[in-house]
């Protein structure tokens, strides 16, 4: 009887000490798990307001940050810098304008510096702004008041800065050693998938995001290429982060790349076509289609709230040069693989090749090509898209085009 007794305590002091040890597991968590979480501000809601005399945007988030805030024009926008943060505000694509604001978009801008842009119906000027402290259960909230100004009274580019604000600086990126690269022996490509943070890009018909679907691929691409050991591949972006136009491809030029492949997927009016494409550089779009889908992926810039005012005229006759003559026969050559082997794997549009006048393909002495990987505006290439099954067939795909490309390469050298 005393021994059970004995055996019985035992077992109750067991139990203690592991409930002792959760409880200390949990107290431990909450204190550095907590820590890590809140160590990067949210915005955890947002909303849009219509005032008497203004429209009103009110931004809740975790703790009080500092900001800035400037306007644009060519159209007009309304930007809005923050430090870097996490968005749980789940608010969608605005349907319709609300007040002065007719887009709301939000995203990572560039690594310690989150964004929103409002685009707005009419010039616009910053009335108010302030931070409210949390107060009566409410959270933390930045608020801003916008009215209507004449285009006289409008100034593109004014800077409105909170106390504290600073404005982040990127560390100068290192240049790649081109010996070391020669040694490896292995082909430099550069893929940049489409668009990113601040611009979404296409959003389907049942939600996907674009700049999430070229990431996927170009993950998947990475990963492929680089097993084989004959190849070294550099993404543009690696993460939900907005890069300009005229940076993704000087990210090729630093890495001295041999290719670059920019990713896409589109959206048409006719919901019912399918299919992925291939683009290469040209002064003439082969169709109405392409030219329009040039002029929208040029826009990238504008939708992220970037100010271009400040590139002198000659930088902006070098961005535009279409005089690449040799560079484009290859992108050309590039093209033609890839549409034969996506075409073994994937459904592509009858006229699979086309040609107009990216911005991110006017790189003047790097093979570059813009690959559609489908319309998000078709349920079946949106969900194939979502599928990494699907995605792993066009990585595929892509290696088989790209050693094409090489091995011609390699007998045109021959003697």
Known sequence: ???????????????????????????????????????????????????????????????????????????????????????????????????????????LFQTGNSRVVLGTTAPTKVSKHFILDAEKGAPPRLVLDLVETSVANFS?????????????????????????????????IVLDPGHGGVDPGTIGVTGAYEKKITLAV?????????????YRVVLSRTRDVYVRLRDRFEIAHRHKAELFVSLHADSIKNRKVRGGSVYTLSNKASDKEAASLATRENKSDIIAGADLSGFAPEVSEILIDLAQGATNKESWFLAEMMVKALGQRTKLLRNSHRFAGFAVLKSPNIPSVLLELGYLSNRIDEKNLSKPKYRRRIARALLQAVDTYFKRKSKLRKP
């Open 218 to 230: 170009a993950h998947e691409a990475k990963k492929q290429f680089e097993a084989t050991g004959r």
């Open 1 to 107: 009887m005393r021994i059970a007794n004995i055996l019985v305590c035992m077992k109750e002091l067991s139990r203690i000490y592991v409930l002792l040890g959760l409880i200390t597991v949990s107290c431990v968590s909450l204190i550095y798990g907590s820590a890590t979480v809140l160590a990067t501000p949210e915005v955890t809601g947002s909303r849009i307001g219509v005032h008497p005399n203004s429209t009103r945007l009110v931004l809740e988030l975790s703790e009080s940050v500092a900001y800035q805030v400037f306007t644009l024009d060519k159209p007009y926008r309304v930007v809005i810098d923050l430090p870097e943060v996490r968005w749980r505000s789940s608010r969608k694509p605005m349907m319709s304008a609300i007040g002065l604001v007719s887009e709301f978009r939000f995203g």
């Open 156 to 188: 593109p580019g004014r800077m409105i800065k909170s106390a504290g604000w600073k404005a982040v600086v990127q560390p100068r990126a290192r240049q790649p050693d081109p010996y070391r690269l020669a040694k490896t022996g292995r082909h430099v």
